[in-house]
């Protein structure tokens, strides 16, 4: 049997422990933040208003973080991310639908949405959070 003994071994175990907890925050950190940015980006091509990219959050948990959507802000943020089928739109608590046309307003009781392909920017973002963790992992000086 053949035994190699670095000298200095516990030296770089003791480095090595140190610097592999830092290189994982940094990779976190930077790959949570590449998500939360291209979520927002990609989100904010399907608003009017805003609330589409103002509901994407980001929040730490355990050792890591949450990239998501807060519903209260932009509950439709699942139906354009994922899409719809063809469906029917009735108003809930009024009699008729309305929105904006030609200087007044259309009004239906009633109105066939056609659905929506839909746009998976959150798994566009969890590409670039993985790319943001490649670029990290590649640098020697992380």
Do not use: C
Not at 43 to 59: F, I, P, W, Y
Not at 108 to 118: L, M, R, Y
Not at 126 to 135: T, Y
């Amino acid at each position: 049997m053949i035994e190699i003994d670095v000298i200095g071994n516990e030296e770089i175990r003791r480095a090595l422990a140190r610097v592999v907890p830092e290189f994982k925050r940094k990779a976190l950190q930077a790959g949570a933040q590449a998500a939360f940015d291209t979520a927002q980006r990609e989100a904010d091509r399907h608003t009017k208003t805003g609330a589409l990219a103002r509901s994407v959050t980001m929040r730490p948990q355990g050792n890591g973080y949450v990239i998501g959507h807060d519903s209260q802000i932009a509950p439709h943020a699942v139906f354009v991310h994922w899409g719809t089928r063809p469906h029917e739109i009735r108003p809930k608590n009024k009699q008729a639908l309305r929105w904006p046309a030609g200087g007044g307003f259309a009004f239906a009781k009633v109105v066939q949405h056609p659905g929506f392909e839909g746009d998976p920017w959150m798994i566009r973002a969890r590409d670039a959070a993985a790319a943001a963790i490649l670029r990290i992992a590649r640098n020697t000086d992380a």
